[in-house]
């Protein structure tokens, strides 16, 4: 019989049918469709007040009108939010970011990304360090990310920048697109 301590680890750690992994390179310019939002990398970010957080839930979020995307940041992507909430799926994305998908008690759910710190221009940003620690936490409390989704059912807490993305059939994604991206921290 196995130790209660080797059962729950068991059960929280999170599975994967493969274990390939792609790394952007340091110099890749990896994003598309908004990218230098997505990354903080845009002129706008200097009008985002990181200061304050704002408390929010998956279904919070999921209830904004879905806005216009354009190619500038709106100004309802100016709030750092903060969500509590299970992270139930992640991946590596061929352009390096970690695809997490977020799921309230409901089964609402909602994305978040964790940019990678070696693409251009995130790695240009003051923000590269978050991202590579947010992308650590991960890994060492979670599991490595590979091209391929892994399940699981981790208590997550992320702060990050509002933003809405395209809606094109991303795992997880909210019905207005509203994700949390940039991650900056995650516990």
């Not at 952007?24 to 990181?50: M, N, Q, Y």
């Not at 957080?53 to 190619?71: F, L, R």
């Not at 923000?127 to 391929?148: C, E, L």
Request: hydrophobic share 40%.
């Amino acid at each position: 019989m196995l130790p209660i301590a080797i059962v729950i680890a068991a059960l929280l750690s999170c599975s994967s049918a493969t274990q390939t992994t792609t790394q952007p390179t340091d110099t890749a310019e990896c994003g598309t469709e908004r990218w230098h939002v997505k990354s903080l990398a845009d002129a706008d970010t200097s009008l985002i007040d990181f200061a304050t957080i704002h408390p929010s839930t998956v279904a919070a979020e999921i209830a904004i009108p879905k806005p216009t995307s354009p190619d500038s940041r709106l100004q309802i992507e100016r709030d750092v939010i903060e969500v509590s909430a299970h992270l139930t799926s992640y991946k590596r994305e061929d352009d390096g970011d970690l695809h997490l998908v977020l799921q309230d008690d409901s089964g609402q759910t909602m994305i978040a990304e964790i940019p990678s710190a070696t693409c251009s221009p995130a790695n240009r940003t003051s923000h590269a360090g978050q991202y590579a620690t947010a992308a650590q936490w991960i890994k060492d409390h979670v599991g490595n990310p590979t091209s391929s989704f892994k399940t699981c059912d981790v208590a997550v807490t992320v702060r990050g920048v509002r933003f809405f993305d395209f809606i094109h059939g991303q795992r997880g994604v909210a019905v207005n697109g509203v994700e949390v991206h940039p991650v900056l921290i995650i516990q």
